[in-house]
């Protein structure tokens, strides 16, 4: 019997060759007694080791191997939590010392001895002695020597040394693996990680790579034949000695949130009583009370209050800032959460599921995420470490891992593929390619995919794929807690400056139970306080999200009519599409759309008959029993609890059985496990009086449904934000698209259509122009007084804040009276003067492009006594530019061009093609033959529909979106993949008001407009 | 004065001797390729990843510089009979997508009358182009830049006087003009887009603008400075070295290449108005090992094909050593040299001479594959690690020297007819998956008892052996024996 008590995992970045699970899985295979997980100076492992040990009935060690800068190379197992946390301790220090993806520790860091851990030594060779000296000054009693042999010739002469060594230390020894990966067959992506570690190709590596692939997890009689009996029982021993389990983790909250006088309980009920008036100025109504009563024991039962008075005092702390800010997510389901403000989600307004948040049975923390303006984010996150001190809050991690087209680069290193090759077949994959496609792609570019080294680099490739690279920020999980963090998972540099990060990610912290508040970035808050603010700026105009008037006609008009592109959440094509067939005339319809269009729901199909019912084309039916749940939406389930509601109450699964199916979905639908499933519900359902047909179709749309359908509050919440901006944009829409504009990048749209929309809504634009433009745009009255926009220098390529201010500033003294003035008023550098001239910006002192640049590069700067002294200069005479230089030319600089459409130049030319303009489209019958041209602007190719692509065209008249099957996308690729401006051969096809056409053929003219910059933004 | 230009577009490729329209050169800039020839379909200036997408075929070389400056200096002294002085350059941007220009100049004033007029001189010359083969643009023009740039044209006609070169020069575009691209983008960014506009604009706000040296430039264009420059004057005489693409091992190979070095010598005594009594041709082999063919006339001459076939008919009756990776000629024994015919031999007695003719005796002797040097590798391989390479070779020493090795090891392992007796643990070796070498074999020490041994040859009683069993074929080997 055998525990392998060192082994290190993918974690072990460009070392390790197999992943957590893999590994314990199976050592459990073999039979096992333990299995330690010793990652490199990292813990980042450890807890998806655990649950696969938990899973399969292996007891996982927790544990790290060092490599002391001056000393030893050890291995330190936990037998405590005490040992645990000085291990943390010590990675912490190692990995704080150095740059992010190293560590530092040296042997005074370590001088001080780790209680209550096992430390095993790893003999290298030169300096043994020495080094089993030191470590047996501090460790005596719990070290041992680890005999790690690799059928290298030399086995019985290590062993014979090391025993020597034992006996004159009175160390004992213990057999160990140094294991790199799980099965001999990885050696191959061994050899591949050693190269890229070492930046080699792997047949120029030599003897750094592993001479054999014994360094996996060997069977029971491998090991009895290799090592002495004794060896292998203490393994055994140790094992039994690190009695340390991760899940046995326990950590307390920050405790100062709570004033003195009084406790956690009574502070959070006390603010809660404080908020009921604001939210409920008429009295709190008794459904309301019965559930705030209801939440608080279940919160205060599970021990949850530290948790809702932090989320509340960073969402206070963002309040007195002016910083909007908006809980989301399955914490909308709480009254408390809404009553404390921390939530928008009127409880009345939707059927809560409380236990979809927080659950009796289910032990796992409630999962609260706000969204803040996402540039004023950092503030809050800053507060948060203010507030807490760097020990006690970070930023929970991100695991990067290789994707396909970062395995074939560094796998095409690692083998010398040449480099043209590895960069013609990366660049060759498009967005959504799948790894068995690859050949064909291969054929195709001149690569022959059965060549023996291509064949091994499509292989290892592979292999590679979803393995770690390296550990990143997350977007804004923190977990807080009330000891220093490093005692309970390692804390190590991000790559931001003064950024640290633990080493587990969100996955890994809901698996233990740790609390994490997530600190999110929504774009649409930052364009919403820039509305209101421009509003405030442009007439006094007071408003803010809660004086938004509900329930207006006219914005629900606007919303039926499609005319969303800006609005948050019902502007991309598909929503468009979607929303004259359901035309939301309500809050609730809009949070019905917002959680409609999504794959759960349209993989369901649900999507059909809820519209068919709701125009009264089909029966609403369903069971009684599932009115409560069905009712709201016309017997058809659409968001995520409904389902959970329905496997509850038609097929008596308890809540958190209903919780696991929406969990476990996607993994069942991957590896198996949707029958048991499937025997339970239906099972339930008729011992419940469901017939089978019906159980059939509810199981269907379950299925189909998975884990992407949207919670109802969450939908809730979003639709307010919808509402809100669809509202600005009907009744303001210049300070709307003004502040959109301002809060880029955001959305769906590129700045050029926000601006067309602008104007298309008679919202007068200026251009770019130092006379009067800020850094970002502004809202100014036109001649008639009515909001118009000037565009920002923000706009520019190539320019900068800091310019932008100083222009501002020098202006504010005084204007501008030509190029040579304002250059050495601002200071500006060439670089930013030819920004300005290329922009077109500099008109209004210097004339057309190029008598801003001639007047731009004329400029000396001159310093001390001929600072003021004007130069002479002799005038010239430039040609004028021609329209399509300046049109394209004004694309390249702020990607967006206030003169005609660049398309406009093609119309003769297009109009010999019988191109039909974008306006003109519906006129055209269903079924017609037509054709298109434009700027390619979006292409979308969403996983739900089967290889179709959608892709749409703008010209000077409008947009057209394109229906484009898998096999013509395979017989035009390259265009349809890389194309800047086409023509495009196909038939109209018109349903419900809503018009696409179908392409049949696709024509590159990207070279008629020679010098357009690549505009089109690519979405799954 | 009157200059005639040639640009040579093509010499990157006819520097190395490649002619197959599917040999494209390629020059580099950190990890940026670009083609500087052209090909089916490709232009000079077009990133190498894009021509291989278009082009899948093409084949790139990098380019080589010391090649492409020796034949431009041997088709300046071969043009030398035709005028002086003689100027070359090569403009080398150096920028991504941008071909360097090779140009070349003789002032042919004086030479028109002495050639019979211009027609009759550019014939001449046109003819010595057709059997020097190089692809040549010829310009002629009262300045040196404003021949080159005419060369870029598809103009032949002569351009005499200032003025008409002015009016030639105005409609051509700016972007053609050998300035960095930075600033040709802001001559393009101010709209003038021809050189005329250039020379329309104030001179002080230009050269305020672009530097006093575009300026100058610009001057020396159409005439309003002079252009001095070094002239090249051919040496007293012909040495000529041509790398071969790869080496070459055949000698029909080694024609072709031969032909236009003696056509280049031809050429060059010819400019020279000299005959050469005798020449060296010296190959370079790999590890900079060489030998010499020599070769004496009964009288001093100047006929390339004279040499050429006497060199031929000197190869096929003794083909060179080993490949030849380079060509050397030299003429230096001419009929009206002054330099005497003492020196013309190297002291044929130092001893990298001598050891290169005992290494060819032995090798004639004992075979070619009889004779090698062992060198090291990193390898965990056994037959890897321990290669042999030609004689005189050193390899890079591993860094670490890991196991013990027999000192006497089988070029290929030998299969046993049955499990020989074994001692001691095994040395497992699981290597060299990635190049179609994977080997996973145990290795042991073994006791060959005599009958075994006979049978494998062994060398003596009681050989200790190095056997292995291989993984992949369940089969044990011998590989070899230790000392």
Same mark, same amino acid.
């Given at each position: 019997?055998?525990?392998?008590?060192?082994?290190?995992?993918?974690?072990?970045?460009?070392?390790?060759?197999?992943?957590?699970?893999?590994?314990?899985?199976?050592?459990?295979?073999?039979?096992?007694?333990?299995?330690?997980?010793?990652?490199?100076?990292?813990?980042?492992?450890?807890?998806?080791?655990?649950?696969?040990?938990?899973?399969?009935?292996?007891?996982?060690?927790?544990?790290?191997?060092?490599?002391?800068?001056?000393?030893?190379?050890?291995?330190?197992?936990?037998?405590?939590?005490?040992?645990?946390?000085?291990?943390?301790?010590?990675?912490?220090?190692?990995?704080?010392?150095?740059?992010?993806?190293?560590?530092?520790?040296?042997?005074?860091?370590?001088?001080?001895?780790?209680?209550?851990?096992?430390?095993?030594?790893?003999?290298?060779?030169?300096?043994?002695?020495?080094?089993?000296?030191?470590?047996?000054?501090?460790?005596?009693?719990?070290?041992?020597?680890?005999?790690?042999?690799?059928?290298?010739?030399?086995?019985?002469?290590?062993?014979?040394?090391?025993?020597?060594? /034992?006996?004159?230390?009175?160390?004992?020894?213990?057999? /160990?693996?140094?294991?790199?990966?799980?099965?001999?067959?990885?050696?191959?992506?061994?050899?591949?990680?050693?190269?890229?570690?070492?930046?080699?190709?792997?047949?120029?590596?030599?003897?750094?790579?592993?001479?054999?692939?014994?360094?996996?997890?060997?069977?029971?009689?491998?090991?009895?034949?290799?090592?002495?009996?004794?060896?292998?029982?203490?393994?055994?021993?140790?094992?039994?000695?690190?009695?340390?389990?991760?899940?046995?983790?326990?950590?307390?909250?920050?405790?100062?949130?709570?004033?003195?006088?009084?406790?956690?309980?009574?502070?959070?009920?006390?603010?809660?009583?404080?908020?009921?008036?604001?939210?409920?100025?008429?009295?709190?109504?008794?459904?309301?009370?019965?559930?705030?009563?209801?939440?608080?024991?279940?919160?205060?039962?599970?021990?949850?209050?530290?948790?809702?008075?932090?989320?509340?005092?960073?969402?206070?702390?963002?309040?007195?800032?002016?910083?909007?800010?908006?809980?989301?997510?399955?914490?909308?389901?709480?009254?408390?959460?809404?009553?404390?403000?921390?939530?928008?989600?009127?409880?009345?307004?939707?059927?809560?599921?409380?236990?979809?948040?927080?659950?009796?049975?289910?032990?796992?923390?409630?999962?609260?995420?706000?969204?803040?303006?996402?540039?004023?984010?950092?503030?809050?996150?800053?507060?948060?470490?203010?507030?807490?001190?760097?020990?006690?809050?970070?930023?929970?991690?991100?695991?990067?891992?290789?994707?396909?087209?970062?395995?074939?680069?560094?796998?095409?290193?690692?083998?010398?593929?040449?480099?043209?090759?590895?960069?013609?077949?990366?660049?060759?994959?498009?967005?959504?390619?799948?790894?068995?496609?690859?050949?064909?792609?291969?054929?195709?570019?001149?690569?022959?995919?059965?060549?023996?080294?291509?064949?091994?680099?499509?292989?290892?490739?592979?292999?590679?794929?979803?393995?770690?690279?390296?550990?990143?920020?997350?977007?804004?999980?923190?977990?807080?807690?009330?000891?220093?963090?490093?005692?309970?998972?390692?804390?190590?540099?991000?790559?931001?400056?003064?950024?640290?990060?633990?080493?587990?990610?969100?996955?890994?912290?809901?698996?233990?139970?740790?609390?994490?508040?997530?600190?999110?970035?929504?774009?649409?808050?930052?364009?919403?306080?820039?509305?209101?603010?421009?509003?405030?700026?442009?007439?006094?105009?007071?408003?803010?999200?809660?004086?938004?008037?509900?329930?207006?006609?006219?914005?629900?008009?606007?919303?039926?009519?499609?005319?969303?592109?800006?609005?948050?959440?019902?502007?991309?094509?598909?929503?468009? /599409?979607?929303?004259?067939?359901?035309?939301?005339?309500?809050?609730?319809?809009?949070?019905?759309?917002?959680?409609?269009?999504?794959?759960?729901?349209?993989?369901?199909?649900?999507?059909?008959?809820?519209?068919?019912?709701?125009?009264?084309?089909?029966?609403?039916?369903?069971?009684?029993?599932?009115?409560?749940?069905?009712?709201?939406?016309?017997?058809?389930?659409?968001?995520?609890?409904?389902?959970?509601?329905?496997?509850?109450?038609?097929?008596?699964?308890?809540?958190?059985?209903?919780?696991?199916?929406?969990?476990?979905?996607?993994?069942?639908?991957?590896?198996?496990?949707?029958?048991?499933?499937?025997?339970?519900?239906?099972?339930?359902?008729?011992?419940?009086?469901?017939?089978?047909?019906?159980?059939?179709?509810?199981?269907?749309?379950?299925?189909?449904?998975?884990?992407?359908?949207?919670?109802?509050?969450?939908?809730?919440?979003?639709?307010?934000?919808?509402?809100?901006?669809?509202?600005?944009?009907?009744?303001?829409?210049?300070?709307?698209?003004?502040?959109?504009?301002?809060?880029?990048?955001?959305?769906?749209?590129?700045?050029?259509?926000?601006?067309?929309?602008?104007?298309?809504?008679?919202?007068?634009?200026?251009?770019?122009?130092?006379?009067?433009?800020?850094?970002?745009?502004?809202?100014?009255?036109?001649?008639?007084?009515?909001?118009?926009?000037?565009?920002?220098?923000?706009?520019?390529?190539?320019?900068?804040?800091?310019?932008?201010?100083?222009?501002?500033?020098?202006?504010?003294?005084?204007?501008?009276?030509?190029?040579?003035?304002?250059?050495?008023?601002?200071?500006?550098?060439?670089?930013?003067l030819e920004a300005l001239a290329a922009a077109d910006a500099l008109r209004g002192l210097a004339g057309h492009r190029y008598h801003a640049r001639w007047q731009t590069r004329g400029h000396a700067r001159l310093d001390g006594l001929l600072q003021d002294a004007?130069?002479?200069?002799?005038?010239?005479?430039?040609?004028?530019?021609?329209?399509?230089?300046?049109?394209?030319?004004?694309?390249?600089?702020?990607?967006?061009?206030?003169?005609?459409?660049?398309?406009?130049?093609?119309?003769?030319?297009?109009?010999?093609?019988?191109?039909?303009?974008?306006?003109?489209?519906?006129?055209?019958?269903?079924?017609?033959?037509?054709?298109?041209?434009?700027?390619?602007?979006?292409?979308?190719?969403?996983?739900?529909?089967?290889?179709?692509?959608?892709?749409?065209?703008?010209?000077?008249?409008?947009?057209?979106?394109?229906?484009?099957?898998?096999?013509?996308?395979?017989?035009?690729?390259d265009i349809i993949v890389g194309a800047g401006f086409v023509l495009v051969r196909g038939k109209l096809q018109r349903e419900q008001g809503v018009t696409h056409v179908l392409a049949e053929a696709f024509a590159d003219r990207s070279h008629w407009l020679a010098?357009?910059?690549?505009?089109?933004?690519?979405?799954? | 004065?009157?200059?005639?230009?040639?640009?040579?577009?093509?010499?990157?490729?006819?520097?190395?001797?490649?002619?197959?329209?599917?040999?494209?050169?390629?020059?580099?800039?950190?990890?940026?390729?670009?083609?500087?020839?052209?090909?089916?379909?490709?232009?000079?200036?077009?990133?190498?990843?894009?021509?291989?997408?278009?082009?899948?075929?093409?084949?790139?070389?990098?380019?080589?510089?010391?090649?492409?400056?020796?034949?431009?200096?041997?088709?300046?002294?071969?043009?030398?009979?035709?005028?002086?002085?003689?100027?070359?350059?090569?403009?080398?941007?150096?920028?991504?997508?941008?071909?360097?220009?090779?140009?070349?100049?003789?002032?042919?004033?004086?030479?028109?009358?002495?050639?019979?007029?211009?027609?009759?001189?550019?014939?001449?010359?046109?003819?010595?182009?057709?059997?020097?083969?190089?692809?040549?643009?010829?310009?002629?023009?009262?300045?040196?830049?404003?021949?080159?740039?005419?060369?870029?044209?598809?103009?032949?006609?002569?351009?005499?006087?200032?003025?008409?070169?002015?009016?030639?020069?105005?409609?051509?575009?700016?972007?053609?003009?050998?300035?960095?691209?930075?600033?040709?983008?802001?001559?393009?960014?101010?709209?003038?887009?021809?050189?005329?506009?250039?020379?329309?604009?104030?001179?002080?706000?230009?050269?305020?603008?672009?530097?006093?040296?575009?300026?100058?430039?610009?001057?020396?264009?159409?005439?309003?400075?002079?252009?001095?420059?070094?002239?090249?004057?051919?040496?007293?005489?012909?040495?000529?070295?041509?790398?071969?693409?790869?080496?070459?091992?055949?000698?029909?190979?080694?024609?072709?290449?031969?032909?236009?070095?003696?056509?280049?010598?031809?050429?060059?005594?010819?400019?020279?108005?000299?005959?050469?009594?005798?020449?060296?041709?010296?190959?370079?082999?790999?590890?900079?090992?060489?030998?010499?063919?020599?070769?004496?006339?009964?009288?001093?001459?100047?006929?390339?094909?004279?040499?050429?076939?006497?060199?031929?008919?000197?190869?096929?009756?003794?083909?060179?050593?080993?490949?030849?990776?380079?060509?050397?000629?030299?003429?230096?024994?001419?009929?009206?040299?002054?330099?005497?015919?003492?020196?013309?031999?190297?002291?044929?007695?130092?001893?990298?001479?001598?050891?290169?003719?005992?290494?060819?005796?032995?090798?004639?002797?004992?075979?070619?594959?009889?004779?090698?040097?062992?060198?090291?590798?990193?390898?965990?391989?056994?037959?890897?690690?321990?290669?042999?390479?030609?004689?005189?070779?050193?390899?890079?020493?591993?860094?670490?020297?890991?196991?013990?090795?027999?000192?006497?090891?089988?070029?290929?392992?030998?299969?046993?007819?049955?499990?020989?007796?074994?001692?001691?643990?095994?040395?497992?070796?699981?290597?060299?998956?990635?190049?179609?070498?994977?080997?996973?074999?145990?290795?042991?020490?073994?006791?060959?008892?005599?009958?075994?041994?006979?049978?494998?040859?062994?060398?003596?009683?009681?050989?200790?052996?190095?056997?292995?069993?291989?993984?992949?074929?369940?089969?044990?080997?011998?590989?070899?024996?230790?000392?």
């Amino acid at each position: 019997m055998y525990a392998e008590l060192h082994a290190l995992s993918a974690f072990s970045f460009q070392r390790g060759a197999s992943l957590p699970p893999e590994l314990v899985e199976r050592a459990a295979e073999l039979g096992y007694r333990a299995l330690a997980l010793t990652d490199e100076c990292s813990m980042a492992g450890a807890v998806r080791a655990w649950q696969a040990g938990r899973d399969c009935g292996l007891p996982v060690i927790a544990g790290s191997e060092f490599t002391l800068h001056d000393g030893p190379k050890l291995v330190l197992l936990a037998e405590t939590q005490r040992g645990y946390a000085g291990i943390c301790g010590a990675i912490t220090r190692g990995r704080r010392a150095a740059i992010k993806g190293r560590y530092n520790l040296q042997r005074r860091d370590l001088d001080a001895p780790i209680p209550e851990v096992c430390a095993l030594w790893i003999p290298r060779g030169p300096g043994d002695v020495e080094e089993l000296a030191w470590l047996r000054e501090r460790y005596a009693g719990r070290l041992w020597i680890a005999v790690e042999l690799h059928r290298d010739g030399r086995d019985a002469e290590q062993l014979q040394r090391l025993q020597a060594l /034992s006996q004159r230390f009175a160390v004992p020894r213990v057999a /160990s693996g140094d294991v790199h990966m799980h099965v001999r067959a990885r050696r191959a992506l061994q050899d591949v990680l050693t190269a890229l570690r070492h930046h080699q190709p792997v047949a120029r590596c030599g003897h750094r790579l592993f001479a054999n692939g014994e360094r996996h997890l060997r069977t029971l009689q491998d090991l009895q034949a290799l090592y002495p009996p004794a060896l292998l029982r203490e393994t055994l021993h140790i094992a039994e000695r690190c009695a340390f389990r991760l899940g046995t983790l326990k950590y307390d909250y920050p405790r100062e949130i709570v004033p003195a006088g009084h406790t956690l309980q009574s502070w959070l009920r006390a603010l809660v009583e404080q908020h009921i008036p604001e939210r409920w100025p008429q009295g709190c109504p008794p459904e309301v009370r019965a559930l705030i009563e209801k939440e608080l024991t279940l919160i205060t039962q599970k021990r949850y209050e530290a948790f809702f008075l932090t989320v509340y005092d960073i969402v206070l702390y963002a309040r007195k800032q002016n910083i909007l800010c908006q809980g989301r997510g399955s914490a909308a389901n709480s009254v408390v959460c809404y009553t404390l403000g921390i939530t928008a989600v009127d409880p009345g307004f939707t059927d809560l599921l409380f236990e979809r948040f927080v659950s009796n049975e289910r032990d796992e923390p409630p999962d609260i995420d706000v969204d803040f303006e996402h540039e004023r984010r950092e503030e809050v996150i800053q507060y948060v470490y203010d507030k807490y001190g760097r020990e006690r809050a970070a930023i929970a991690a991100t695991v990067i891992r290789y994707r396909p087209r970062s395995a074939l680069r560094d796998v095409g290193r690692a083998l010398d593929i040449s480099a043209e090759v590895i960069d013609r077949v990366a660049k060759s994959l498009a967005w959504w390619d799948d790894p068995d496609g690859l050949p064909e792609r291969l054929r195709s570019i001149g690569v022959d995919p059965k060549a023996r080294a291509i064949r091994l680099w499509l292989r290892l490739a592979r292999d590679l794929l979803e393995f770690p690279r390296h550990l990143s920020q997350h977007v804004g999980g923190f977990v807080i807690s009330d000891a220093p963090l490093s005692e309970l998972v390692p804390v190590e540099n991000a790559a931001m400056p003064d950024r640290t990060i633990i080493q587990w990610d969100k996955d890994d912290l809901e698996a233990l139970g740790l609390l994490k508040v997530d600190v999110l970035a929504l774009g649409m808050l930052s364009a919403l306080r820039r509305t209101f603010e421009h509003l405030r700026t442009f007439d006094g105009t007071a408003l803010d999200l809660q004086r938004i008037p509900t329930d207006d006609a006219a914005t629900y008009a606007m919303i039926g009519r499609a005319e969303t592109l800006g609005v948050f959440q019902i502007e991309s094509r598909a929503q468009m /599409s979607m929303l004259p067939r359901l035309r939301p005339e309500n809050l609730y319809d809009l949070t019905v759309q917002v959680a409609i269009v999504r794959p759960g729901p349209i993989e369901g199909d649900m999507v059909h008959p809820y519209l068919r019912r709701r125009a009264g084309l089909e029966a609403v039916d369903y069971p009684p029993r599932l009115k409560s749940v069905l009712g709201r939406t016309y017997g058809v389930p659409i968001f995520q609890e409904q389902v959970m509601r329905i496997a509850m109450v038609a097929a008596g699964f308890s809540a958190d059985e209903a919780d696991q199916v929406r969990r476990s979905m996607a993994a069942w639908k991957r590896s198996g496990g949707l029958e048991k499933f499937e025997r339970k519900l239906k099972d339930g359902m008729a011992a419940r009086g469901y017939d089978a047909d019906f159980a059939e179709r509810i199981y269907k749309q379950i299925l189909g449904f998975g884990s992407y359908g949207f919670p109802e509050s969450h939908a809730a919440s979003f639709a307010l934000l919808a509402y809100a901006s669809a509202w600005l944009k009907c009744h303001h829409p210049a300070a709307f698209l003004c502040g959109l504009i301002n809060s880029q990048p955001m959305g769906f749209y590129p700045v050029s259509m926000l601006v067309g929309e602008a104007r298309r809504l008679g919202v007068k634009v200026g251009a770019v122009d130092v006379r009067a433009s800020h850094w970002d745009c502004a809202l100014v009255p036109d001649r008639q007084q009515r909001p118009a926009i000037r565009l920002g220098l923000r706009l520019v390529s190539g320019f900068n804040v800091h310019a932008g201010l100083r222009l501002a500033d020098a202006r504010r003294t005084r204007p501008f009276d030509s190029v040579e003035d304002l250059a050495r008023r601002t200071q500006l550098n060439a670089r930013e003067l030819e920004a300005l001239a290329a922009a077109d910006a500099l008109r209004g002192l210097a004339g057309h492009r190029y008598h801003a640049r001639w007047q731009t590069r004329g400029h000396a700067r001159l310093d001390g006594l001929l600072q003021d002294a004007a130069l002479p200069d002799d005038p010239v005479q430039l040609t004028t530019p021609a329209e399509g230089e300046e049109i394209l030319a004004d694309y390249r600089s702020t990607g967006l061009s206030l003169r005609r459409h660049p398309s406009a130049l093609l119309r003769e030319r297009l109009e010999r093609h019988h191109v039909v303009p974008n306006a003109q489209l519906q006129q055209i019958d269903n079924g017609q033959p037509v054709r298109v041209a434009g700027i390619v602007m979006f292409r979308q190719r969403p996983g739900t529909a089967k290889g179709t692509m959608f892709m749409t065209l703008e010209d000077d008249t409008g947009i057209v979106n394109l229906i484009i099957w898998p096999r013509l996308i395979e017989r035009q690729r390259d265009i349809i993949v890389g194309a800047g401006f086409v023509l495009v051969r196909g038939k109209l096809q018109r349903e419900q008001g809503v018009t696409h056409v179908l392409a049949e053929a696709f024509a590159d003219r990207s070279h008629w407009l020679a010098g357009l910059p690549h505009l089109s933004r690519d979405f799954r | 004065m009157l200059w005639l230009c040639l640009s040579f577009p093509q010499l990157p490729a006819e520097a190395q001797g490649l002619r197959d329209p599917l040999d494209v050169i390629t020059d580099s800039r950190s990890a940026q390729r670009w083609l500087i020839t052209a090909s089916e379909g490709c232009a000079p200036g077009m990133a190498l990843a894009d021509a291989l997408a278009l082009r899948p075929a093409l084949r790139a070389h990098p380019r080589k510089l010391n090649a492409e400056r020796a034949l431009l200096k041997s088709l300046a002294h071969w043009i030398y009979r035709y005028g002086s002085p003689v100027h070359l350059q090569i403009d080398d941007p150096a920028e991504p997508g941008r071909a360097p220009r090779y140009l070349l100049w003789v002032e042919i004033g004086a030479s028109e009358r002495l050639f019979g007029g211009l027609d009759a001189l550019l014939t001449a010359i046109r003819n010595d182009l057709a059997e020097l083969q190089p692809v040549a643009r010829l310009a002629i023009a009262p300045t040196r830049g404003g021949a080159a740039l005419l060369t870029l044209e598809d103009n032949p006609a002569p351009v005499y006087g200032l003025d008409a070169l002015e009016t030639r020069l105005s409609a051509l575009p700016s972007a053609w003009l050998p300035w960095p691209q930075a600033q040709l983008d802001a001559l393009h960014g101010v709209g003038l887009r021809r050189i005329g506009d250039l020379f329309e604009l104030p001179r002080a706000a230009f050269a305020r603008r672009f530097g006093v040296e575009r300026l100058r430039a610009l001057d020396r264009l159409r005439g309003l400075q002079p252009d001095p420059a070094p002239a090249i004057v051919p040496p007293p005489v012909f040495r000529r070295r041509f790398e071969l693409p790869g080496e070459i091992e055949s000698t029909e190979s080694l024609l072709f290449p031969l032909r236009r070095l003696t056509q280049e010598l031809q050429a060059w005594l010819r400019s020279r108005d000299v005959g050469v009594r005798s020449i060296e041709l010296q190959f370079e082999h790999a590890n900079r090992q060489r030998s010499v063919m020599r070769l004496r006339f009964l009288s001093a001459h100047r006929d390339g094909q004279r040499i050429f076939t006497a060199l031929r008919e000197r190869l096929e009756r003794q083909a060179p050593a080993a490949a030849v990776r380079a060509l050397l000629l030299k003429a230096e024994d001419l009929a009206t040299a002054a330099l005497g015919q003492g020196n013309l031999f190297d002291a044929a007695t130092d001893t990298q001479q001598q050891w290169t003719e005992t290494v060819e005796r032995l090798l004639a002797r004992l075979g070619e594959s009889a004779l090698w040097s062992p060198v090291l590798h990193e390898d965990h391989r056994p037959e890897r690690a321990m290669a042999r390479a030609t004689p005189g070779a050193s390899g890079r020493t591993p860094a670490t020297v890991a196991q013990r090795r027999p000192l006497w090891l089988l070029p290929t392992p030998v299969p046993l007819p049955r499990a020989p007796q074994v001692a001691g643990e095994p040395e497992r070796i699981e290597a060299g998956w990635w190049d179609a070498g994977d080997l996973r074999r145990d290795y042991y020490t073994a006791e060959m008892g005599a009958e075994m041994g006979t049978e494998v040859g062994a060398i003596g009683h009681d050989a200790r052996a190095w056997v292995f069993r291989d993984h992949i074929d369940q089969r044990w080997y011998l590989h070899g024996w230790w000392a």
